[in-house]
């Protein structure tokens, strides 16, 4: 671990099992690029404020093209291209060509999860600290790619590992014998969400509440059916995320989650 890195980690308390699994997140995604690209190079990509928000505007999952990035980033189209080149070079970034337009997106969850992690390295903010039962907006629930992130994520593995739904293994998650049958009756596809080369159960450091959500192929599975349901709702043009008094419902009866100072929509 690289000296600053050391010194970051020692940090005594709670911020020290953030930072170290800030750094966990990081060394799994840099550890086979690190020979080529250095972090210097890396943080080049992430300190332009007009890239940040682009990568930003993009952490929902979806793509946008070069046009739609430069009018969220407040940036002229010759500028948007000129860094979409640099992200999509820097690996950040992926571009699709459909006919005559180019579609730009993360390029994969798990940078999509690095980048989520690395918001937890921000100072904290001056004043006093809100009531912690008060949480509203981006900060209750979001799109963090394609699962689920904020408050309601956090409590929402939680309540998965009360119940035994799921159980810890480092930064992975098992799913339990009691467990195949809660999720396969709240339909999730458990033998899909094992397909692949993806992790499957990984804990993402949450940057709002520095406390782990449930990402990777079961996190995807999760959110799809949450939103297939109805006990979620997307917000146009953002990655707020609206839980409906149905999910409210629903939730306290399938892991006995009740999210605390949210009002619900009707649904």
Same mark, same amino acid.
């Given at each position: 671990?690289?000296?600053?890195?050391?010194?970051? +980690?020692?940090?005594?308390?709670?911020?020290?099992?953030?930072?170290?699994?800030?750094?966990?997140?990081?060394? =799994?995604?840099?550890?086979?690029?690190?020979?080529?690209?250095?972090?210097?190079?890396?943080?080049?990509?992430?300190?332009?404020?007009? =890239?940040?928000?682009?990568?930003?505007?993009?952490?929902?999952? =979806?793509?946008? +093209?070069?046009?739609?990035?430069?009018?969220?980033?407040?940036?002229?189209?010759?500028?948007?291209?000129?860094?979409?080149?640099?992200?999509?070079?820097?690996?950040?970034?992926?571009?699709?060509?459909?006919?005559?337009?180019?579609?730009?997106?993360?390029?994969?969850?798990?940078?999509?999860?690095?980048?989520?992690?690395?918001?937890?390295?921000?100072?904290?903010?001056?004043?006093?600290?809100?009531?912690?039962?008060?949480? +509203? !907006?981006?900060?209750?629930?979001?799109?963090?790619?394609?699962?689920?992130? !904020?408050?309601?994520?956090?409590?929402?593995?939680?309540?998965?590992?009360?119940?035994?739904?799921?159980?810890?293994?480092?930064?992975?998650?098992?799913?339990?014998?009691?467990?195949?049958?809660?999720?396969?009756?709240?339909?999730?596809?458990?033998?899909?969400?094992?397909?692949?080369?993806?992790?499957?159960?990984?804990?993402?450091?949450?940057?709002?509440?520095?406390?782990?959500?449930?990402?990777?192929?079961?996190?995807?599975?999760?959110?799809?059916?949450?939103?297939?349901?109805?006990?979620?709702?997307?917000?146009?043009?953002?990655?707020?995320?609206?839980?409906?008094?149905?999910?409210?419902?629903?939730?306290?009866?399938?892991?006995?989650?009740?999210?605390?100072?949210?009002?619900?929509?009707?649904?």
């Amino acid at each position: 671990m690289p000296e600053r890195w050391s010194r970051f +980690t020692r940090i005594g308390g709670a911020h020290a099992s953030v930072r170290a699994e800030v750094w966990a997140h990081w060394r =799994r995604y840099a550890g086979g690029m690190l020979a080529a690209t250095d972090l210097a190079s890396i943080g080049a990509l992430l300190g332009d404020h007009s =890239r940040a928000r682009i990568l930003a505007e993009l952490l929902d999952g =979806r793509a946008l +093209t070069a046009t739609e990035l430069g009018a969220r980033a407040g940036v002229a189209p010759p500028t948007a291209s000129e860094h979409l080149a640099r992200l999509v070079g820097g690996g950040l970034l992926a571009v699709d060509v459909q006919g005559r337009h180019r579609y730009y997106r993360i390029a994969s969850a798990e940078i999509a999860d690095v980048l989520e992690a690395i918001g937890t390295l921000r100072p904290p903010a001056a004043g006093p600290r809100p009531d912690a039962d008060v949480v +509203t !907006g981006i900060r209750f629930a979001r799109s963090c790619y394609d699962h689920l992130a !904020g408050r309601l994520a956090v409590d929402l593995r939680q309540g998965l590992l009360d119940r035994r739904v799921l159980v810890a293994d480092g930064a992975e998650h098992r799913v339990t014998p009691m467990g195949e049958a809660v999720l396969a009756g709240f339909g999730v596809d458990l033998q899909q969400a094992r397909l692949g080369q993806r992790s499957f159960a990984r804990g993402c450091l949450d940057w709002t509440e520095r406390r782990p959500h449930l990402a990777g192929s079961l996190g995807a599975a999760l959110l799809r059916r949450l939103l297939e349901r109805g006990w979620l709702v997307r917000c146009v043009g953002s990655r707020e995320l609206e839980l409906t008094a149905a999910g409210r419902r629903g939730l306290a009866e399938l892991v006995r989650v009740e999210p605390p100072g949210r009002p619900a929509l009707q649904g």
